[in-house]
């Protein structure tokens, strides 16, 4: 039984001893930078002709016929022909402080039709799909960062249950989400780690790390038998950016984080200014100012990052929604991002433009967008950019001066 | 090792009480195969059309009050049925003499996986009782007819509002078509991602389906659930190469036919069957011959199940699974009685698998380790702790493990056990252990 008390004490711990404390500085010995990336995957495909209208383009109207995105008040101008829906204020005063970048006509390579496929696209970074086990490019990403001394290798961060494949991988990574119930005692804990250790050792390391960060989070544990609700999870994007931006800003906290948001396949009733994907767009924009607010001591040497696996069709469908697509947009945010611009090679909505008569042609590759990100701000070089991040991609140049 | 398979890789753990005999383990599964998998109708579980009495009256509570500019109708939605339908569950989980038949209905259910929010959710236990648990042993081919057309997947997948285009509704009220249950059932349902269909096979099948859909609109009506052939769109469609003449409702049962026989559904169902209950380790031989199987016999699930039970491989691939929340919670209610605290939904919930609300049409995840991540496995840890605390009686988990885990006990688990520092701390390592997590 010795043992046991041994363990008992070291868990008292157990914040410092399996949790951030062996976290990684990322800075090299050559810079002062400690950069952070926090990847938002929108999943269902974002419909980025309503949250950045291209209004300024002659065949808006006609091509997407949405008089709610014209009414006044409905949203705010980015220069150029394009314009902000009404639903994302912070993100406008990000824009306006040069924080925050768009990018419009982007695709990944792929070019069907399925969430799940392009989920995995986007996600595992390759050029096709491929079938068997996949790794994550940011998890890819996460193995080739720049090491400080004497330090272990870095560790991921993703909020959620289970680990979403952009950050699987070799890279151990670590799950957090909300919690409901009280939290377990230290002498269970310690008395079921070691049966696993024993007898499961994936289930070891994963309760360990749960631990961890349960202790870490500094977050009392919800016991007041409320039943959360499954039909109002839109608070919970600023809940969960809360929570991301609060492991990040420790000074020993993860540097590189992934959080998924759901709800955007609006197939139906979309409703982009006051309906429901206005009432996403919100929820969205609250995620994004918690996370300004929460990694503000940080927040100059950060970047996040929001990408979606496809866009929707141009054309409003017969049941005042949008079916998938293929361009959309994404959004770099951050102290360290050169915003305050759209960037799109515009490809124009007149009916001989569109992607098979009905898709936003894409124009410039996620990849490209990742590969400048991960090249600027955290230091990967081009070679491996184009081969072990985002395989088959040599011929792809990052987009340059993103960061800076 | 046969002990455990029977009762947690086809079953949901043993009942309190229960004492299986290994020896007759695999022959009380097998033996659940000639049993009916229809349930009774129970009193205060809506059908579908129930279920649509219940949304017209709700839609007309909230006109009535919007006329007279009352404050606004607290909408529940579909909230409470759905809560209803997680304790009939729960209930039969406890009870069931054919644990089998319940595993089955949560692989069926998860291949036609629906989500809550919204409309669907007044119908996703009515589409269990009427279209999936009847057809479980049954044909596929009846399965994938009454889910495609059921209230609950034409309102999640919007096909209650898709005209055609030319239809006489389509062209009067301007309405057009809406391709999400078309790609679905090829993508998810039948042939698979890689069954070699292209976009405009989508929208060849969205226009099939035109029509079938659900009127909720007051006023009179003699059909509310069904076919209509005001919404659908005229003419003939071509599908995998294969032309479908104009012929109504009956297009889409001939398209649903040719579908439920494909080589390429025979594949893409019997591989998830076998992911779901053997694992990712199942020897690719074991999907193949069920494959096979299936053609044979025009998509007979019932032998296709007996085969994946007669198969060797079925009871002696390593139980490498993670089991998922909704199992845990069935099978403690099972073990333990039905504890009442934690609350079902909110423990699922809490786990990461919300009831009745898959993340996607694709459902719950399968990769054996798909649940083994860090919050989830300490939320597991979280969820034991605090039904063990709430246990009474609390039965002793000493004996329980042996009855429960057979010959699978590891020595750690028993000693584990044995030495905890009392009886609820006891079970909680027992609900914790290898054993029971994973199958």
């Not at chain 2, 096979?292 to 060797?312: I, K, S, Y």
Request: hydrophobic share 45%.
């Amino acid at each position: 039984m010795t043992h046991l008390i041994g363990r008992r004490l070291a868990l008292a711990g157990l914040g410092t001893l399996f949790g951030w404390g062996f976290a990684p500085r990322l800075s090299s010995a050559a810079s002062s930078r400690d950069p952070r990336l926090l990847v938002l995957v929108l999943r269902g495909g974002l419909d980025s002709l309503a949250a950045v209208p291209p209004l300024g383009d002659p065949a808006f109207d006609s091509a997407r016929q949405a008089p709610e995105l014209r009414a006044a008040g409905a949203t705010t101008p980015l220069g150029g022909i394009f314009a902000l829906n009404r639903n994302m204020p912070r993100l406008a005063a990000l824009y306006a402080q040069r924080q925050a970048l768009v990018v419009h006509a982007v695709a990944s390579p792929y070019r069907g039709r399925s969430h799940f496929d392009g989920q995995d696209l986007l996600e595992c970074g390759y050029p096709d799909l491929v079938t068997g086990s996949r790794t994550g490019w940011l998890n890819r990403a996460l193995a080739l960062l720049p090491r400080g001394d004497r330090l272990p290798a870095p560790k991921g961060l993703a909020i959620a249950a289970t680990v979403p494949l952009i950050m699987r991988g070799a890279v151990p990574v670590e799950t957090w989400q909300r919690q409901v119930f009280r939290y377990a005692d230290d002498d269970t804990i310690a008395r079921l780690l070691d049966l696993y250790e024993a007898r499961d050792p994936a289930l070891a390391e994963a309760l360990r790390t749960g631990a961890a960060l349960d202790s870490a989070s500094m977050r009392p544990a919800a016991d007041d038998g409320a039943d959360p609700s499954p039909n109002t999870p839109r608070a919970d994007f600023a809940a969960d950016a809360t929570a991301a931006a609060r492991f990040m800003a420790r000074p020993d906290g993860p540097r590189v984080a992934a959080i998924s948001y759901g709800g955007w396949d609006t197939h139906a009733d979309q409703g982009s200014v006051s309906g429901r994907l206005g009432r996403n767009l919100a929820a969205l924009d609250q995620a994004l100012g918690a996370l300004a607010d929460g990694l503000a001591p940080v927040w100059a040497d950060t970047v996040v990052a929001v990408v979606t696996e496809f866009g929707r069709t141009v054309r409003v469908n017969g049941t005042r929604g949008t079916d998938h697509g293929v361009g959309t947009m994404a959004l770099l945010l951050g102290g360290a991002v050169r915003g305050g611009r759209v960037l799109a090679d515009w490809p124009g909505l007149g009916q001989q433009q569109l992607l098979e008569g009905r898709d936003l042609a894409p124009t410039t590759d996620i990849r490209a967008v990742m590969k400048g990100v991960l090249a600027e701000h955290l230091g990967l070089d081009d070679a491996r950019l184009g081969t072990e991040i985002f395989p088959q991609s040599a011929a792809l140049r990052p987009l340059r001066n993103l960061i800076g | 090792m046969t002990l455990h398979a029977a009762l947690f890789r086809f079953g949901l753990g043993p009942r309190l009480g229960e004492a299986p005999s290994p020896s007759g383990a695999q022959a009380a599964v097998l033996a659940q195969l000639s049993r009916s998998t229809t349930l009774p109708a129970a009193a205060d579980l809506p059908s579908a059309a129930e279920g649509v009495a219940q949304l017209m009256a709700t839609r007309s509570q909230i006109s009535t009050a919007n006329r007279n500019q009352q404050q606004p109708v607290r909408f529940s939605g579909p909230s409470r049925t759905s809560l209803r339908e997680l304790a009939h569950r729960v209930e039969l989980a406890r009870t069931s003499e054919t644990p089998l038949h319940e595993r089955l209905a949560l692989h069926w259910t998860n291949h036609f996986a629906l989500t809550r929010a919204g409309t669907s959710g007044y119908f996703a236990g009515a589409m269990e009782r009427e279209a999936i648990r009847p057809h479980m042993l049954g044909h596929f081919h009846a399965m994938l007819r009454g889910c495609t057309t059921h209230p609950a997947m034409l309102f999640f997948l919007n096909n209650v509002s898709s005209y055609g285009p030319n239809s006489a509704d389509g062209q009067r009220r301007q309405r057009g078509l809406n391709e999400n249950l078309g790609r679905e059932l090829l993508e998810l349902h039948t042939l698979g991602v890689d069954g070699g269909y292209t976009q405009a096979d989508v929208l060849e099948v969205a226009r099939i389906l035109t029509g079938w859909t659900v009127h909720v609109e007051s006023g009179a009506r003699e059909q509310r659930i069904g076919f209509d052939p005001a919404m659908h769109e005229p003419g003939a469609r071509t599908v995998l190469g294969k032309r479908y003449p104009e012929g109504g409702a009956a297009q889409l049962e001939a398209l649903l036919a040719d579908l439920a026989r494909h080589p390429a559904t025979a594949r893409h169902v019997t591989r998830r069957l076998v992911r779901h209950f053997i694992g990712d380790t199942a020897p690719p031989a074991l999907a193949q011959g069920l494959a096979a199987l299936f053609l044979r016999t025009d998509g007979d699930l019932g032998a296709v199940t007996r085969a994946l039970l007669e198969h060797p491989a079925s009871w002696s691939t390593p139980r490498l699974k993670a089991r998922p929340p909704v199992e845990l919670v069935f099978s403690a209610a099972r073990m333990l009685d039905a504890p009442s605290r934690p609350a079902p939904r909110r423990s699922m919930l809490a786990m990461g698998q919300a009831w009745q609300d898959a993340p996607s049409p694709a459902g719950w995840p399968e990769a054996d380790d798909a649940w083994v991540a860090p919050d989830s496995v300490k939320t597991r840890l979280d969820w034991a702790l605090q039904l063990a605390a709430a246990l009474d009686p609390l039965p002793d988990a000493r004996p329980l493990a042996e009855r429960a885990f057979g010959d699978a006990l590891s020595p750690q688990t028993r000693q584990a056990i044995q030495r905890a520092e009392g009886g609820r701390q006891a079970m909680t390592l027992l609900l914790m252990s290898p054993e029971f997590q994973r199958r």
